[in-house]
């Protein structure tokens, strides 16, 4: 018998038969709502939802799967489509007026499916006692997008287009909510309704403030060869006097926090919190070994 350890076949099971409902769920709702971005990493995102959450069904995972869609998508439209200042306001300004209004914006693509999605979010029961920190936290990763976007091409055009930024490491921290974690982890609260929640924020909200930053660095750590060599990137690696193993002391010290954080909550096995340390797991694998856009299905 091998002396490995490998989860029961049976408890692969399951995990496997989620993978395949989001999935088959992620690849309709993008050929309706995002047609135009066919690059998405959706066998990735379908497999990471059923795996971080085994305990949900394929219909509480739906909402968080399609936020990753979502935000590939965004992501990559600043990235490659976006060259004015002015766009990306105006981008930015109507994606937060879809969250913190609720009214539809069917203008492009990314909008109309933000707002489809926005509207689902919304009507489920355990949305309105986290609808507040779901505006702060989606208006946090729309800061970070754009700080990201105008150091990379202050960076690349000149400082013009850096105007107001400090450019060091303690201001691209504290945008770190850029790496869109928050816009996939509340949606999983929100999904699985549980009432205990919002009397445990006072230590969820924490760990995963943690994680997002040291998702951003294994993200960064992965991506830096790559990204050298891009037009407008924004990587902690390319600022003054930023070490690989500076970064890898920041990422073990945020995951160790998280874990001293979340142990009270995790030995009474509190599901939100072993989440959270199973998406911090899943993220150090991922940026450690595969890109997430790698782990693609026909």
Same mark, same amino acid.
Request: hydrophobic share 45%.
């Given at each position: ?7 029961? =076949?049976?408890q ?9 409902a ?5 690849r ?7 047609p ?13 939802v059923?795996v ?18 979502w935000?590939?998508a ?9 060259t004015?200042?002015e ?7 109507r994606?937060?007026?879809?969250v913190?209004t609720g009214?539809?914006d069917?203008?492009?693509?990314l909008?109309?499916?933000l ?8 009507r489920?029961?355990?949305? %309105? %006692?986290?609808?507040?920190?779901w ?8 800061r970070?997008?754009r700080?990201d976007w ?16 400090a ?15 928050w816009?996939?982890?509340? %949606?999983?609260w929100v999904a699985?309704?549980?009432d ?5 924020l006072? =230590? ?13 660095l ?15 990137q ?7 006097g =930023?070490a690989?193993?500076?970064v890898r002391t920041?990422l ?9 954080r979340?142990?009270?909550l =995790?030995?009474e ?11 911090s797991?899943?993220?150090m ?10 782990m693609?299905?026909?």
């Amino acid at each position: 018998m091998t002396k490995n350890t490998f989860p029961a =076949v049976g408890q692969c099971i399951p995990v496997a038969a989620s993978a395949r409902a989001v999935f088959a769920d992620l690849r309709s709702w993008t050929a309706t709502h995002l047609p135009d971005h066919e690059d998405l990493p959706l066998f990735g995102a379908a497999f990471g939802v059923s795996v971080v959450g085994p305990w949900a069904t394929a219909d509480q995972l739906r909402l968080p799967a399609r936020m990753i869609a979502w935000a590939y998508a965004f992501d990559d439209h600043l990235e490659q489509k976006v060259t004015d200042r002015e766009e990306l306001d105006e981008l930015v300004d109507r994606c937060l007026a879809v969250v913190h209004t609720g009214q539809p914006d069917t203008a492009t693509p990314l909008l109309s499916s933000l707002s489809s999605w926005q509207h689902e979010l919304a009507r489920l029961p355990a949305y %309105p %006692p986290l609808a507040s920190l779901w505006k702060e936290k989606f208006a946090a990763c729309m800061r970070g997008h754009r700080y990201d976007w105008a150091a990379g091409w202050a960076r690349e055009r000149g400082s013009e287009h850096g105007a107001g930024l400090a450019m060091d490491v303690a201001e691209y921290l504290d945008h770190a909510d850029s790496i869109s974690l928050w816009l996939v982890n509340l %949606p999983r609260w929100v999904a699985y309704g549980d009432d205990e929640i919002p009397a445990h924020l006072d =230590v969820l909200v924490p760990a995963v403030d943690d994680l997002s930053v040291a998702v951003r660095l294994a993200n960064d750590l992965a991506t830096i060869d790559r990204e050298r060599d891009e037009p407008g990137q924004n990587n902690i690696l390319m600022y003054d006097g =930023v070490a690989k193993d500076w970064v890898r002391t920041q990422l073990a010290t945020r995951l160790t926090s998280i874990r001293r954080r979340l142990s009270p909550l =995790v030995a009474e096995d509190y599901l939100p919190a072993v989440g959270i340390i199973r998406l911090s797991e899943w993220s150090m694998g991922i940026y450690n070994g595969t890109d997430l856009r790698d782990m693609t299905a026909d």
